[in-house]
C-alpha cells in the first residue's frame, strides 16, 4: 500500500526493517497505514494475548478505517474470531482482507472468512500485488472526509514528543512545564481533546499533543513497545512538529532513526532532544558536539536542529520550546514565484541533470503549493528522468535559499508546462 514513497524515505533514511508504519496515496488522498499486532505472536508466547489485546485496543481507538488481514490459505484461527469479536463490538469501520489469494485454487477457504459476520472480503495476493488497486479503492471509499490540517492561522504550534521507551519523554514533558516561562492552561478543553497540554511558553501558544499518553507508564513497557509506538505516531500525525527525545548516554539506535523518519516521512518538522547530558563528560554537553556526532546517523535529517538537555539537572531545557517555534514558523515560509524558478533555472544551468538514455529534465516552470510540509511542485518535461542524486541537489539549492530549517521538503513532479 505503501509502495513507491516507502522506496524513496527508505532509502534516503537507511530504513528497511521493521516498518510499522507508512504515508500511501491513492487517488489523490493521502493516508497513513500503521501496522499493528502480528509480530509478537512468536516472541510473546503466553503474554502474547493480553499483549494482543492492549495493541489491537489501540489500533482500534485511533483508527479512522480497520483492515482486517486473515490468511485465506490457512483459513480462521481462534486468533481471528477473537479479534472479530472485539472488532464487533467496536462497531467500527471495517473491511475483511483475506491475503495470499494467489491463485483461483487457493481461494477455497474464502467462504468461511464470511462466518464471521462481516462484508464480504477483498481477496489480495499482497505479494504478488493482485487486487490490492481493488482494496485501495474500496479503502478510500470508505474513509471519513480528511481531517483539517493542525497549524492552521491563528491556532497553536502543536508539538508531539517522541522517542523509543526510557530515553526520557516524561520527564522531560515535566521539566518543560517547570519552566519559568511556560504557563500551563488552566481552562481546559480549548483543543480539541483532553489528552493535550496547552500552554503559552514566553506568551506564544502552544500545544503539547497527547502528553497522557506520555504520563501513563505501563509496567510492561517492552513488551508493548508498539503500543507507546503507536500511540506516539497518532500523536505525530496531530503535530506540527516532532521533538525526538534520544538518550546521550546511550547513543543511537535504529529505532530513534524509524521515529525520525516517520515524522519527516508524515511531513513533520524535527527537533532532536539529547537527553540526559549530565550522564556524559563535560565536552559532550554542547549541543555543537551532538550536532557533529548525530550527523552519520541522522544524515536524512540533516537539516534537523540539535539540543542537548538534561531533564533532570534542567540544563539546556530552555533551548527546547524556542528550537521547536522556530521549526514550526519555518514551514510557513513563502517562496514567491519569481525567486524560486530562479533559484531552480541556475541550479539547472549550474549543473546539468545527467542524461538519462539521451534524454534530461528540462523544468519548465515551479512553484510552491499550499500545503502543511514545504512543497516545491516542478513541472518538466518527463517526470521520470529525475535521479535520487539530482533531486537531493536541488532540494539543497532551494533549502540554501529559503531556509525550512527542520523541516522536510517535498518535490513534487507533474509532466507539463
Ligand atoms: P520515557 O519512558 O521516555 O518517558 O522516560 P522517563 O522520563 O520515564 O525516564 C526514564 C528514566 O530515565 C527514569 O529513570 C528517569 O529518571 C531517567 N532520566 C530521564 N531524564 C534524565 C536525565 O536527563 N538525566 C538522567 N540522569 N536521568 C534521566
Redesign the pocket.
Known sequence: MIGQRKAIVDAQAGLTRDRLYGVAEWRGREFTVVDTAGLDLDTAKDESRAAIEAQTKVAIDQADLIVFLLDVRQGLTPIDRDIARMLRTSRRNLIVVANKADSPSERHLAHELLELGFDEPSLISAQHGLGVGDLLDRLVEAMPPPEEAPGQDGSADRLAIM????????????ALLGDERALVSPIPGTTRDPIDTELTFGGVPVVLVDTAG?RR?SSS?DRLERYSLLRGIHAMERSDAVLL?I?G?AGVLAQDQHVAGYALEAGKGLVIVV?????VEPDMRKPAYWRKALTNDFKFAAFAPVVA?????KEGIRTVIPAALEVVGQRRIKMPPNELNRVLREAFLEHQPPSYKGRRLKLNYATQAAAETPTVVMFVNDTNLLHFSYRRYLEKKVRDRFGLVGNPLKLVLRAGK
Request: hydrophobic share 30%; proline share 4%.
Open positions: 522517542g523509543r521507551p526510557n530515553v526520557g519523554k516524561s520527564s522531560l514533558l515535566n506520555i507508564k513497557r527525545v538518550d548516554s537527553n540526559k547530558i549530565d550522564l538537555v538534561s531533564a533532570k539537572t
